[in-house]
């Protein structure tokens, strides 16, 4: 199984990256922030009280996005693998989800974090505002204040797949193309074979 994590502040174009590379690997796509907003439209309680976070920038509660992600792995136990888009965005959110994918047999393969300026991200972010009609992209002290959550409580996901070996940065700037070129050549080192070096193997019993 693929699972990959796509990483980055919020504007980086891990919306955008996903999409291509759903297309591309026939993955399913796991946006946490997708999901939230599927509540919102829908009106339930749970929508209801992430709203008011999202709109402010805010992170919603750790145990709402598990309780989340943990359904949506049941109900797709047939998929090739998984693109997670916005998770997770806390150290707990990782570790659950080392847990949940552990309980169905499988791991997260790599994360690719896209790197981007703040400057870059207000941009980008005010520009989407005027079409997304996202409270959370129209007005420019929410998106920085996004942008301030990301570095104080989301940063520190990335020192825990570097832990694992399985972290890769990327420069977000540029086109779209050439990045999501980038983000394959890494995706397709993950996949494939190990193939054991009898040299290596002849080395270590040497040594
Ligand atoms: P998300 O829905 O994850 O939204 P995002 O980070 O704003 O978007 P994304 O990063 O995917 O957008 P993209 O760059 O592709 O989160 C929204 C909120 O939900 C959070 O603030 C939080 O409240 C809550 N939430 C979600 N997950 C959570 C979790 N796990 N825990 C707690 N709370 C959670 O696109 C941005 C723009 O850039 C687009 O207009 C795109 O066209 C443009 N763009 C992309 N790539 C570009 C490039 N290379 N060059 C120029 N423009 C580019």
Do not use: W
Not at 24 to 47: C, E, F, K, N, P
Not at 87 to 116: G, I, N
Not at 153 to 173: C, D, M, P, R, S
């Amino acid at each position: 199984m693929l699972n990959i994590v796509l990483f980055g502040p919020p504007g980086a174009g891990k919306g955008t990256q996903s999409q291509k590379l759903i297309a591309h690997y026939h993955l399913v796509h796991l946006s946490t922030g997708d999901l939230l907003r599927a509540q919102i439209t829908q009106g339930t309680v749970l929508g209801l009280k992430a709203k008011k976070l999202m709109d402010e920038g805010l992170l919603v509660p750790d145990e709402v996005v598990i309780g989340m992600i943990d359904s949506a792995l049941q109900e797709k136990k047939e998929a090739a693998g998984f693109i997670f888009d916005g998770f997770p965005r806390t150290v707990p959110q990782a570790e659950s989800l080392d847990q949940l994918l552990a309980q169905h047999q499988t791991r997260v393969s790599c994360m690719v974090a896209l790197e981007v300026g703040e400057e870059e991200l207000v941009k980008r972010l005010l520009e989407r505002g005027k079409t997304s009609n996202r409270p959370d992209d129209q007005d420019e002290s929410k998106i920085r204040r996004r942008v301030n959550v990301y570095n104080t409580e989301t940063a520190q996901v990335a020192g825990y797949y570097a832990n694992q070996h399985k972290f890769h940065a990327l420069n977000g700037i540029g086109e779209i193309e050439s990045i999501f070129g980038q983000i394959c050549q890494i995706i397709d080192q993950h996949q494939r074979p190990v193939i054991e070096s009898p040299i290596a193997a002849t080395d270590e019993v040497k040594a």
